[in-house]
């Protein structure tokens, strides 16, 4: 909620405008207040004795229907992309086999064979 000043109300006394902490109220003959820089801490209000400052609802906020639309085009084009990016790595990976083929028997890692020793290893038998 933000505030004014109904200055059919106000007498001018200045309380208001030594709390507020954002500095939204200047006085001359009646207390103003600057509604872009009021933050609604309702410290003047708290303060008027004499029931001057009120609350004025905040205005809705007026939704954009394109934003959705936006929304849903951007992410339904990051589907398809990554979906394209799926199929090209499975048909890549089904046409040359999988990863491990090629290698022979027992020349993977750990495999328990007499290749991949290292020099610890070599040491110790």
């Known amino acids: 909620m933000k ?30 207040i600057d509604i872009d820089r009021c933050t609604g801490c309702g ?19 007026q939704e954009s229907r394109s934003v959705p639309a936006a929304i849903a085009s951007g992410v339904a084009t990051a589907i398809g992309a990554v979906g394209g990016v799926i199929k090209r790595y499975t048909n890549s990976s089904s046409s040359t086999g999988s990863r491990r083929s090629g290698m022979g028997r027992g020349g993977g890692r750990g495999s328990g064979g007499g290749r991949g020793r290292n020099k610890q290893n070599r040491r110790r038998r």
């Open 43 to 61: 410290a003047c209000a708290n303060v008027c004795k004499l029931g001057a400052i009120i609350e004025v609802p905040d205005e809705p906020v």
């Open 3 to 32: 505030y004014k000043v109904d200055e059919s109300l106000c007498a001018g006394c200045g309380l208001c405008v030594n709390v507020c902490p954002v500095r939204a109220i200047t006085l001359s003959d009646k207390a103003k």
